[in-house]
Antibody, heavy 118, light 109 residues
Framework: EVQLVESGGGLVQPGGSLRLSCAAS????????MSWVRQAPGKGLEWVAN????????YYVDSVKGRFTISRDNAKNSLYLQMNSLRAEDTAVYYC???????????WGKGTTVTVSS | QSVLTQPPSVSGAPGQRVTISCTGS?????????VHWYQQLPGTAPKLLIY???NRPSGVPDRFSGSKSGTSASLAITGLQAEDEADYYC?????????FGGGTKLTVL
C-alpha cells in the first residue's frame, strides 16, 4: 500500500526549532519529487517547499526561506523539514505529499500538527 | 491573498450541477501551467480530484470534471451528492513556485 506518515510535530516556543519527518512506503521514493504543504487552523492549503528526486533542486515559499530546510534520504525512504526560528504564524498541520511530473500531489500523509506558542 | 482566486463558497441541491472557478493570471494558469484540483473532507487530508486540467485519477467518479481556458480553470460537479460537501482547492505553478487557490466550501443543501 502506498503510504506517507508524518511525525515530529508538537508544541514549540517562538524562536524554537522542530524537525518533521515523513516516512514513505509502498512506492519507489527516489523516483518522485516530494512536497510539504501546511494548513493553519481554519485556513486553506499553503505550499511550503518541494525537493527533486536526488535533492539537487529545492524550492520554498517566501515566508519560510532562510528558516526552513527541506531534505530527503532516499536510502531511508524519508523526507524531512527542518524548521528554525519558528513563529506563531507557522502554527499549522503539516502534510507531506508525493508530487508527480505535472505538479499534482497524488498521495498525502495524514499530517502532523505544529503549534508555536509561549 | 492567494495568487489563484476561488469563490469562498458555493452551494447546490442534491442532483444539481455546480461549478467552482479558479482565476489566475498570465504568470501562472495563463502561462500554460497545469491546474490540479483537490477535495478535502472535514478533518481529513486533501485528495487529488483532477490533475492536468481535466484528468481524473482512478477511482474518482466521472461526476467530477475539470477544464481550463486562458487564465482560468473550472471544476464541475454534476449529480451533486451529500458526500460531496467539502472544501475544494485548485493548484498550479507561478514563478517556479507551487500555488494553491484560497479554497471553496461546497455546501449541499
Amino acid at each position: 500500500e502506498v503510504q506517507l506518515v508524518e511525525s515530529g510535530g508538537g508544541l514549540v516556543q517562538p524562536g524554537g526549532s522542530l524537525r518533521l519527518s515523513c516516512a514513505a512506503s509502498g512506492f519507489t521514493f527516489s523516483s518522485y519529487w516530494m512536497s510539504w504543504v501546511r494548513q493553519a487552523p481554519g485556513k486553506g492549503l499553503e505550499w511550503v517547499a518541494n525537493i527533486k528526486q536526488d535533492g539537487s533542486e529545492k524550492y520554498y515559499v517566501d515566508s519560510v526561506k532562510g528558516r526552513f530546510t527541506i531534505s530527503r534520504d532516499n536510502a531511508k525512504n524519508s523526507l524531512y523539514l527542518q524548521m528554525n526560528s519558528l513563529r506563531a504564524e507557522d502554527t499549522a498541520v503539516y502534510y507531506c505529499a508525493r508530487t508527480k511530473k505535472r505538479g499534482e500531489m497524488d498521495v498525502w500523509g495524514k499530517g502532523t500538527t505544529v503549534t508555536v506558542s509561549s | 491573498q492567494s495568487v489563484l482566486t476561488q469563490p469562498p463558497s458555493v452551494s447546490g441541491a442534491p442532483g444539481q450541477r455546480v461549478t467552482i472557478s479558479c482565476t489566475g493570471s498570465s504568470s501562472n494558469i495563463g502561462a500554460g501551467y497545469d491546474v490540479h484540483w483537490y477535495q478535502q473532507l472535514p478533518g481529513t487530508a486533501p485528495k487529488l480530484l483532477i490533475y492536468g486540467n481535466s484528468n481524473r485519477p482512478s477511482g474518482v467518479p466521472d461526476r467530477f470534471s475539470g477544464s481550463k481556458s486562458g487564465t482560468s480553470a473550472s471544476l464541475a460537479i454534476t449529480g451533486l451528492q451529500a458526500e460531496d460537501e467539502a472544501d475544494y482547492y485548485c493548484q498550479s505553478y507561478d514563478s517556479r513556485r507551487t500555488v494553491f487557490g484560497g479554497g471553496t466550501k461546497l455546501t449541499v443543501l
